[in-house]
Structure formats: structure tokens, C-alpha cells
């Protein structure tokens, strides 16, 4: 093991507020391991090193910010025949910048500013005719609330938001805004 990767032991100890001995028995391992690895005194096999990183892991996950957590759920949505001027009114009133678009129940797209603008650039003469499911884009990935916030956060590297659901029924929505503030 790498000397600097033992070295946050402590720091990611101490961060969950942990004694040696409780680290200890979440990881399986003595105390006195524990004490001679943060000291610097004890390089510990690969295995003991595994079973330390592995529980401060499942208490970064425990500890970690959950999509439940930062969700809106205020989530409007328009159906997929809707028209694209009516659904631009919408989305002025309410300040939002996508909504998801739904067929039978189903989430099947999304529209965002973006993918209006763009229809509107390609189409400026069917502006009251286009309809959403002309528009819209990929739906959006659709995660469980106890979805934690790393996900979240690669999720929305490659989508504008993240749809929350529970048992099939949409729940919340996620926006990269809903996030500023929640990293760590």
C-alpha cells in the first residue's frame, strides 16, 4: 500500500467522527492495527488494508447526501402532443428550463431551452404547429431516492436533470442547480 493512501485513514477517521476502536470493529481488525498503521509504525497487508478502506467506503455511502435529499418535487410535465407554444408559456410562468415529457404515463423525452431554441432555429415557420414529441430529446436517466449524490453528480455530467422515481411512479427531479451547495 502506498504510504500516502494510508495516510487517510486518519483523516477519513477523524472526518466520520470515529475512534480507532470503532473503525477497528467496523473493518474486522485490532485497534492496536489501527494505531500502528496511523503511526506509521506498520505497512498492513493488502487484505487488512482492503477490509479499513472498504467500511470508511460504506460510511462515505451511509453519510453521503441522498437524491431524496435534493430533489424538487414539483415536477411539471407535458404530454408528448402538446404544443410546443403553449408548453414555452408554461415554462415562462413556472421559471424552469425543462420538463419532461410523457406518453401513456410513460416518461418518454425530455425538452429543455436548448432543444426548443433549436426546433424554433430549424422551424421558424411551425412554430404553432410543432409538437413536444418533435422536439424533445433522450428522456433523462431515472434513479431510486436513495440514490447517492457521486451518481447524482456523474449522472449530470451527460444530462440536463435527473428524473427520482419510486416503484415506477416519477417522484422528484434533479437539476445541476439543485446540487450547487450539496458537494461536499
Not at 495516510?7 to 477519513?12: P, T
Amino acid at each position: 500500500m502506498a504510504n500516502r493512501a494510508l495516510e487517510e485513514i486518519k483523516k477519513l477517521r477523524k472526518k466520520y467522527h470515529l475512534n480507532q476502536k470503532e473503525l477497528a470493529n467496523r473493518a474486522g481488525v485490532s485497534q492496536s492495527l489501527i494505531a500502528k498503521i496511523e503511526a506509521g509504525k506498520l505497512d498492513p497487508s493488502f487484505t487488512k488494508a482492503q477490509q479499513i478502506f472498504a467500511a470508511l467506503d460504506q460510511l462515505r455511502n451511509s453519510n453521503e447526501t441522498k437524491a431524496r435529499e435534493v430533489m424538487n418535487s414539483k415536477v411539471v410535465f407535458v404530454q408528448a402532443n402538446d404544443k410546443i407554444k403553449e408548453i414555452i408559456k408554461a415554462i415562462k410562468k413556472r421559471g424552469i428550463s425543462q420538463v419532461p415529457v410523457l406518453s401513456k404515463e410513460k416518461v418518454v423525452g425530455i425538452l429543455t431551452e436548448g432543444s426548443i431554441l433549436n426546433a424554433i432555429a430549424e422551424h421558424p415557420g411551425r412554430i404553432a404547429t410543432l409538437q413536444a414529441a418533435e422536439v424533445m430529446e433522450e428522456a433523462p436517466p431515472i434513479v431510486s431516492p436513495k440514490t447517492g449524490l457521486t451518481v447524482l453528480l456523474e449522472l449530470l455530467r451527460d444530462h440536463p436533470v435527473v428524473l427520482v422515481a419510486e416503484k415506477g411512479e416519477v417522484k422528484g427531479i434533479i437539476s445541476k442547480t439543485d446540487l450547487l451547495g450539496k458537494v461536499e
